[in-house]
């Protein structure tokens, strides 16, 4: 079965500190996406990408926060300066293409701040 | 913003009752997809609803969608304890290129 992996799986930060999240998407899918997950809380969906640029946003994704994937393989989401309520599970889902719909999770990087 | 809401919040049942969870969307969806997430796991794919009144099942759960695409179901007949998990539903607002999660169902089984 193919697997999204995600790393690291726990990081630990303090606060104002820059962090960077890495996925290493599923080969030939061609949707990305960034969702996050405060514990025991709902899927939020933070931000999809496509083509080598972002598809949508949603009102949590601002300035503090960007993605890229730099060699065409892994996809990141970068935290510029943390807050307190960054503090979450850090979800990356990848899609395959038009016309299938399933979603692939990793197994999450929880994010820690301090 | 488009919104999706589950309903209930949590439930807990005996091993062998059925378990139904409701979803909402404040708009149309151009598709609905349900998942499952085991305590301290990650989102798992289950089914994908596309059209208008569809019914789809699998084993023993059965999913539903809609008329409007607005509302969806997921029923469970004869739980099971490998059935714990929170469910999410997840709509896919047509021309968008995102899918919004519920707010989930915690299903809890007792044996």
């Known amino acids: 079965e193919p697997e999204v992996t995600q790393t690291p799986s726990h990081q630990v930060t303090q606060m104002g500190q820059e962090v960077i999240l890495r996925c290493v998407p599923i080969s030939n899918h061609l949707y990305f996406y960034w969702y996050r997950q405060i514990l025991g809380q709902k899927v939020e969906f933070l931000v999809s990408f496509y083509n080598n640029e972002i598809s949508e946003k949603s009102e949590i994704f601002d300035d503090q926060f960007s993605v890229e994937r730099p060699d065409g393989s892994n996809f990141t989401l970068k935290i510029r300066s943390t807050k307190l309520e960054d503090s979450a599970m850090y979800f990356c889902?990848?899609?395959?293409?038009?016309?299938?719909?399933?979603?692939?999770f990793g197994e999450g990087s929880r994010l820690t701040v301090l | 913003g488009q919104q999706v809401m589950q309903i209930p919040q949590y439930q807990h049942v005996q091993e062998g009752e059925d378990f139904t969870t409701y979803c909402n969307s404040s708009?149309?969806?151009?598709?609905i997809q349900w998942y499952k997430q085991r305590p301290g796991g990650h989102p798992v794919f289950l089914i994908q609803?596309?059209?208008?009144?569809e019914v789809k099942k699998q084993k023993r759960l059965t999913f539903q969608f809609g008329e409007a695409k607005k509302n969806s179901s997921l029923h469970i007949t004869a739980t099971q304890t490998t059935d714990v998990g929170t469910y999410f539903c997840?709509?896919?607002?047509?021309?968008?290129?995102?899918?919004?999660f519920g707010t989930g169902t915690r299903l809890k089984v007792l044996a």
């Open positions: 609803l596309v059209k208008s009144g």
């Open positions: 997840a709509g896919d607002k047509p021309g968008t290129y995102k899918y919004i």
């Open positions: 708009t149309t969806l151009s598709n």
């Open positions: 889902a990848n899609r395959a293409g038009v016309g299938t719909g399933e979603l692939f």
